[in-house]
C-alpha cells in the first residue's frame, strides 16, 4: 500500500487524512527502519507493509467524529500503534503513551520530537501500577496487540471516565475474546460494544475493533496486581 492508496480508502470510511498529516508518517516510517536495525521495534519493515499495517490499521480504527480535543491513553504502545499514528492524525487530542520497555519509550519520545508533536506524553512503566491520580481521567483508552480483552479491559478500565469510551484493536478472535468478557465489561463498569469489522487489503488481516462505553465507576481493587489478573481473568 502507498499513501495514496491509504487516503482514498480511509476516506471512503469518512476518514480525511491531509498530504502534510502523510508527510509527517512518511517521516515516522524511516526512524522506525532506522531505529529497527539496532532494536527489534517491530516485525514489519517494508514501506508497503509499515504503511498498511501499521499506519492504515490503526486509523481504521479511529473515530474522527469522536477525535476532538480527547485524552487518550495508549496501553502498551510499543512503536507507536495506535497512540502515535493517531497522535499525528489528531492534533487536537492529548496523548499518554504507555509502555513497560525503555528503549520503545525512547523511540516514542524521539519521534514526538522529531515531529514536534506537543500532544504527546511517554510513561515508561506498568499500566496496572500508574500513579493514582490517573484514575479516571482519560476520555479514550486503547490498545492494540496487548493482551487477551478481559485482562486488557482490567488493565485500562480503571483509566476511563465514565462517559468514555475503550477502543480495543482486535483481529479475527475479536468477537469471541468480547464474549469472554461479559462478566468482566459487567464487573468494571463498561456498557454494550460496537463491533467494527475491516480488512487490511493486502493481506489476510481480518480486523474486530470494539468500542466499549464506560458507564459506571469501577471499583478502587482494580486492577488487581498483573500476577492474578493473568492467573484469575474476569
Ligand atoms: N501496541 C503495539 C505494541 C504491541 S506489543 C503494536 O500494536 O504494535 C505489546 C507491548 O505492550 C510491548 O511493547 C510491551 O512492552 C507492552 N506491555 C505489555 N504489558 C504491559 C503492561 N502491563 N504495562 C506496560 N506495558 C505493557
Not at 102 to 126: H, M, P, Q, T, Y
Not at 178 to 193: D, S, W
Request: aromatic share 8%; glycine share 6%; charged share 25%.
Amino acid at each position: 500500500m502507498n499513501y495514496g492508496e491509504m487516503t482514498s480508502l480511509l476516506k471512503q470510511r469518512g476518514i480525511e487524512i491531509s498530504n502534510e498529516t502523510c508527510v509527517k508518517f512518511d517521516q515516522y516510517l524511516h526512524l522506525l527502519v532506522e531505529w529497527n536495525e539496532k532494536f527489534n521495534l517491530t516485525s514489519i519493515t517494508s514501506e508497503g507493509e509499515v504503511i498498511e499495517k501499521h499506519f492504515y490499521d490503526c486509523l481504521l480504527a479511529s473515530d474522527p467524529t469522536l477525535m476532538v480535543n480527547q485524552n487518550v491513553a495508549d496501553l502498551g504502545s510499543g512503536a507507536g500503534f495506535p497512540g502515535l499514528v493517531w497522535a499525528i492524525a489528531y492534533p487536537t487530542c492529548q496523548f499518554t503513551l504507555i509502555d513497560a520497555t525503555k528503549k520503545k519509550c525512547s523511540f516514542l519520545e524521539e519521534v514526538a520530537k522529531a515531529l514536534n508533536l506537543d500532544n504527546v506524553k511517554v510513561i515508561n512503566g506498568r499500566i496496572e501500577q500508574l500513579p493514582p491520580e490517573l484514575r479516571e481521567s482519560f476520555d479514550i483508552v486503547t490498545a492494540r496487540a496487548v493482551a487477551e480483552l478481559r485482562i486488557l479491559l482490567e488493565l485500562g478500565t480503571p483509566l476511563l471516565k465514565i462517559g468514555g469510551t475503550f477502543i480495543a484493536m482486535k483481529g479475527s478472535q475479536g468477537e469471541e475474546e468480547l464474549q469472554k468478557a461479559t462478566h468482566a465489561c459487567r464487573v468494571l463498569g463498561l456498557g454494550e460494544a460496537k463491533i467494527l469489522h475491516s480488512e487490511l487489503p493486502n493481506s489476510d488481516g481480518k480486523r474486530i475493533n470494539l468500542y466499549l462505553p464506560k458507564i459506571k465507576k469501577t471499583e478502587k481493587r482494580y486492577p488487581r496486581n498483573y500476577a492474578d489478573i493473568k492467573k484469575k481473568p474476569l
